[in-house]
């Protein structure tokens, strides 16, 4: 069984800055991409930022420049530091990744979320 569990949302004004984290834990042998998407209210979830284990890395056009995403092996924990934010960043932010449970069988997990609310 595997699970990932994000941390660091919260309120913060116009232009401020927030760091989100997602362990992974369980039984695996591999963490393969690691990935970050939101969800605001009336809107379907989009992509945000993915980081490969070689750290290729994408970001979404609206996040470039603001967001930065990392991760940390030895800790199975990715991170999305979000600074310069702005309004249209509040949503729920969900943690991504894909697990090799086994060889070559692989289970891709969602996190329950964590609320980034972007206001005066």
């Known amino acids: 069984q595997v699970q990932v569990v994000e941390s660091g949302g919260g309120l913060v004004q116009p232009g401020g800055s927030l760091r989100l984290s997602c362990a992974a834990s369980?039984?695996?042998?591999?963490?393969?991409?690691m990935a970050w998407y939101r969800q605001a209210p009336g809107k379907e979830r989009e992509s945000v930022a993915r980081i490969t284990t070689g750290n290729n890395i994408n970001y979404a056009d609206s996040v470039k420049g603001r967001f930065t995403i990392s991760r940390d092996n030895a800790k199975n924990t990715v991170y999305l530091q979000m600074n310069s934010l702005k309004p249209e960043d509040t949503a729920v932010y969900y943690c991504?990744?894909?697990?090799?449970?086994?060889?070559?069988?692989?289970?891709?997990?969602w996190g329950q979320g964590t609320q980034v609310t972007v206001s005066s």
């Open positions: 369980g039984i695996f042998i591999n963490i393969g991409l």
């Open positions: 991504n990744v894909v697990f090799e449970v086994t060889r070559n069988n692989y289970r891709n997990t």
